[in-house]
């Protein structure tokens, strides 16, 4: 039974002598470590004894713990159930390693990861779903199509872990101005950030102040061609009322029919009266020449009213969103710098103000436009 027994000792002592008890004894000593409270190291039990007798009185030793073949069947002997830990937790493994736990995406700076997260996890690709359900080259191609701006989209499932790599599509590069006849001159005043010339003479630098009409670029041999960009402001302002009525179809309708002939006499099966107290009609006639008959089918859609009160958040979100599409559309290369927006109650409206700061191109030629196509 002794055979295949290990035991953990730690000897506080001078190290010579154990070495020197070891090698007189003939034991085998393993897995010998130093630490700051003394050496430890393994001996098997039948060494003990021998190893005790040649330390007596130069060292003390210490038992730290014990372990061994021997052992543990003697313990699953005793406890058979003990087995089934190690089955249990191999099972354990097996089944979780076949689910995805980790998702990530990779590739250059700049990739939308949230949408291609989202788009994945719309696809079926989400932590806790099986390995086998998954089809990385099908889901690749559906997240490149979902996700605007890729280019490449792949997935590759190692293990418990899925990597997303995708690249963005490339941007053609940005058209260079038209040269001009005459001068550049100034389509909204600001503050000058870079002048970029290619054909003229700049008149103005970075740091100028310059008004509407201004010229920015004189002339070479008849033609100016460049790029002034500038920072510009812009205020806009936009009321709500606090409370207003809005109407909506609630689903229900009704149709009524009315046969009318010759001398304004009108028959309506179901009664003159409308069904709704509010509601939207749609009306179809069917005219019959023998008789002067006419026939009227009214459709009725029942309109309710809903009473609509304003917050301050709501007013300064909105008009925030109104201001952006508003300069996309007036300035749509424009970079925005700073945007601000301020909400006050006059009487029952609302009053937002929105202050928006960007640099843009403002050079144009002096029959109108911009330089930049």
Do not use: C
Not at 212 to 241: K, M
Not at 263 to 268: A, F, L, Q, S, V
């Amino acid at each position: 039974m002794a055979e295949g027994i290990w035991l953990r000792l730690r000897y506080r002592g001078r190290t010579e002598q154990l070495w020197q008890a070891i090698a007189a004894s003939g034991i085998p000593a393993r897995r010998i470590k130093q630490h700051a409270d003394g050496l430890e190291f393994d001996v098997p039990l039948s060494g003990l004894s021998p190893l005790r007798r040649e330390l007596a009185g130069r060292g003390r030793l210490l038992l730290l713990g014990y372990g061994g073949w021997p052992l543990i069947l003697r313990s699953l002997r005793r406890r058979p159930w003990r087995a089934a830990w190690p089955i249990a937790a191999f099972l354990l493994y097996l089944v979780a390693s076949s689910y995805v736990w980790q998702i990530a995406v990779i590739g250059p700076q700049g990739i939308p990861k949230a949408r291609i997260l989202a788009a994945a996890k719309q696809l079926g690709l989400r932590q806790g779903v099986p390995r086998a359900a998954l089809d990385p080259f099908r889901l690749g191609q559906r997240i490149e199509l979902s996700v605007p701006g890729l280019i490449f989209a792949a997935v590759r499932v190692d293990g418990v872990r899925a990597v997303i790599y995708a690249a963005p599509a490339l941007k053609p590069p940005q058209a260079m101005p038209v040269p001009a006849s005459g001068a550049l001159f100034a389509s909204e005043r600001g503050y000058i950030t870079r002048v970029v010339v290619l054909r003229g003479q700049p008149l103005v630098k970075a740091g100028d102040t310059v008004v509407r009409g201004e010229p920015l670029v004189a002339p070479n041999q008849g033609e100016s061609r460049g790029q002034v960009f500038a920072r510009i402001w812009r205020r806009l302002d936009f009321t709500f009322p606090v409370r207003s009525d809005r109407t909506y179809a609630s689903g229900r309708q009704a149709t009524r029919w009315y046969i009318s002939w010759f001398g304004g006499r009108k028959w309506t099966p179901l009664g003159p009266r409308e069904p709704f107290r509010q509601a939207r009609r749609e009306v179809a006639i069917w005219r019959i020449p023998i008789g002067s008959v006419e026939v009227a089918r009214y459709t009725y859609v029942e309109l309710r009213t809903l009473k609509v009160e304003r917050t301050k958040t709501y007013a300064e979100l909105r008009a925030t969103s109104m201001a952006l599409a508003a300069m996309k559309r007036s300035m749509p290369a424009a970079q925005l710098l700073s945007l601000r927006t301020q909400v006050r109650r006059i009487g029952g409206n609302l009053q937002a103000e929105v202050y928006i700061e960007a640099e843009t191109d403002i050079a144009q030629a002096k029959a109108g436009g911009r330089t930049r196509d």
